[in-house]
């Protein structure tokens, strides 16, 4: 074999007139695809939860394969789309009808920040990064947690916010990048502080350390307190 053979990068040993095929057999996995998605109810996809990106890929790689393969048949690819789809709506069905079913497949929408203060335990069983969320709530518009009356992470991932009203907005934990937020054991001001770990607030004295009561972090952040602006 000779790496970079013009002929075997181009076509193999097929004959041009193949090309033909591949043509037509793109064009049968594109309605293929078409009408699976067609079928199996959904209107369109924004996002997708866990269940559905399995079955996108697993349709994705057969329709990849009969687009091109010359040796790959059209009837056993036929035979995966209809089982893929009875499998899809199927699935679907008994996730409606059980919801432990469902929770497990898709999993359930998870609190994250609650009353301005991260729902550190759940956040934890996530896994996901603190900075994923706060990019998240940056890019909602969101300073710092005390703006933040409930924050939900939804299935496919999004999070879904609520906020105080103007009034009852708290001082709460910064959400900026760390050029913006001080972080320190030691309190370099006195005046009310957050936990970067969870968002408890409390008044800290001027050169005094403390440990935080919710859950035993020692670092501190100076809280914001303004409000949103739109
Ligand atoms: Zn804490």
Redesign the pocket.
């Known amino acids: 074999m000779t790496p970079f053979d013009i002929q075997r990068l181009l076509i193999d040993e097929l004959p041009f007139s193949f090309l033909y095929e591949v043509a037509f057999r793109a064009c049968l996995a594109f309605i293929a695809v078409f009408l699976f998605l067609k079928c199996s109810g959904r209107r369109g996809i924004r996002q997708l939860s866990l269940f559905e990106l399995v079955i996108i890929l697993t349709l994705g790689s057969a329709a990849g394969d009969v687009s091109f393969y010359h040796d790959v048949a059209l009837l056993p690819v036929a035979v995966v789309f209809l089982t893929l789809l009875i499998l899809y709506r199927s699935t679907i069905f008994f996730m409606r009808r059980n919801k432990r079913l469902d929770a497990w497949i898709d999993g359930i929408p998870v609190t994250v920040v609650k009353d301005g203060l991260y729902e550190y335990k759940s956040l934890r069983k996530l896994n996901i990064s603190s900075r994923e969320l706060l990019m998240e709530l940056r890019q909602r518009g969101v300073e710092h947690l005390g703006q933040v009356r409930l924050a939900i992470m939804e299935i496919d991932g999004d999070v879904s916010l609520y906020f105080f009203a103007a009034e009852d907005v708290r001082p709460g934990l910064s959400v900026l990048p760390p050029e913006h937020r001080e972080e320190y054991r030691i309190a370099t001001h006195s005046g009310v502080h957050c936990?970067i770990?969870?968002g408890?607030t409390r008044q800290l004295e001027s050169g005094s350390t403390a440990r935080?009561v919710?859950?035993d972090?020692e670092i501190w952040s100076p809280a914001l307190t303004n409000h949103r602006s739109s």
């Open positions: 936990c770990n969870c408890f935080c919710r859950c972090s």
